[in-house]
């Protein structure tokens, strides 16, 4: 399919292209609607069909415009489109991090003292073949009924320690304005409730979503943090960089966390062109999680070794703020991944390496 195939879909679309509702009702989610696309490779044919029972298939019209119709290995194509691979993993599990174990009420997840993650919603605008919470996300299982949560919030309510909630899901802006108006004033009217961060991923799926009424909604509850979801630089259109200056512009700041994907982001120029794009859109990459041991996603994992190289790669060869914290993600919490850069006490010093693999000794007290 050529770019002027593509560009025919949305003319055809007009200004409901634009349209977020709209998007989500014209999602790809069969092998008939992707061939408006692209025409899928035998692996991918195979995959939609073998997979479907297993992990949904849906992607937005405005993420189907970014793929590239005639390479299968395009990294946005990868990310969405089945593949047979995904039956090709021994080793991954339905659910790593053991979120079923931490919670302590429905789709409440806790695992340090003081904050949260809270799935309010099990529904995404396209589902990532690698996601973490494939084991939920589209399962109407983990949907969340309004009585469900409000015995979540009653929890929170319960729970003083609690002073940071993150929205997560699923996906936060999947909701309505007004459902998601309702659970920011909820979490808000708790006193010890300090701040309330979404992690979304519609910024760069459905960049349309982000209405300037979403942003005067959420700056109402500041101090709202929103954190996206970028993995290549391919992603980051004008469109998805006008969702996040409409946010950045409404107060609140705005983070990245990427997954490190073989083939897509796991090469130290392809990190470094999204890290820099990221700060020019005034988003900060926060993190870089290694893929978890997640079913169907032994394809897209790298060694850890790899990923700390190309973290490394990039410290002192860029602005110190374009660099996320890599980090492996444990039913104990995030632990950071990094070059050993303290190398150890020598007597009354400390012997650290810099960037460029320099040794430096610095005299270091000892007590
Ligand atoms: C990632 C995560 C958080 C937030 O961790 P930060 O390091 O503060 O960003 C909180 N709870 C759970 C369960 C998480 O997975
Ligand atoms: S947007 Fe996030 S939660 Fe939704 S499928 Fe992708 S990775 Fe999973």
Avoid at 19 to 40: F, G, I, K, Y
């Amino acid at each position: 399919m050529s770019a002027s195939a593509v560009t025919a879909v949305r003319e055809q679309a007009g200004d409901a292209w634009e349209d977020w509702t709209w998007q989500m009702r014209h999602r790809v989610r069969d092998v008939a609607s992707l061939r408006a696309w692209l025409e899928p490779t035998a692996e991918e044919a195979a995959g939609i069909e073998r997979l479907a029972e297993r992990f949904h298939f849906v992607i937005t019209p405005y993420y189907a415009a970014l793929m590239d119709p005639a390479n299968p290995a395009c990294p946005i194509r990868r990310q969405v489109v089945p593949n047979v691979l995904e039956l090709e993993d021994s080793q991954g599990l339905a659910d790593p991090l053991g979120e079923v174990a931490h919670s302590p009420v429905k789709n409440v997840i806790r695992v340090y003292r003081d904050r949260i993650a809270f799935c309010v919603n099990n529904e995404c605008a396209l589902y990532c073949r690698y996601c973490l919470r494939k084991r939920m996300v589209g399962e109407p299982e983990w949907a969340m009924k309004r009585r469900e949560l409000e015995a979540a919030i009653a929890w929170i309510r319960a729970t003083p320690e609690i002073r940071d909630v993150l929205l997560t899901g699923g996906d936060p802006l999947v909701y309505s304005d007004d459902r998601l108006d309702w659970l920011l004033g909820e979490l808000c009217a708790i006193r010890h409730v300090e701040i309330v961060r979404l992690g979304t991923r519609l910024p760069v799926t459905l960049p349309y979503r982000v209405t300037e009424a979403l942003c005067e909604m959420l700056a109402r509850h500041h101090p709202v943090w929103v954190n996206t979801h970028f993995n290549h630089p391919k992603e980051l259109t004008p469109e998805a960089a006008a969702a996040c200056d409409r946010l950045t512009r409404a107060g609140i700041p705005v983070g990245n966390q990427s997954v490190l994907l073989r083939g897509i982001n796991d090469d130290v120029e392809t990190m470094k062109a999204l890290c820099e794009g990221l700060v020019r859109m005034r988003v900060r990459p926060y993190y870089c999680y290694q893929a978890q041991l997640l079913e169907g996603t032994a394809h897209f994992r790298v060694p850890i070794e790899r990923g700390v190289e190309i973290f490394r790669a990039l410290r002192g060869r860029t602005s110190g703020f374009a660099i996320p914290q890599y980090v492996l993600d444990t039913p104990h919490g995030k632990v950071p991944l990094a070059h050993p850069y303290l190398r150890g006490r020598d007597g009354d010093e400390v012997v650290v390496e810099s960037f460029d693999g320099t040794l430096w000794r610095e005299l270091n007290p000892t007590k």
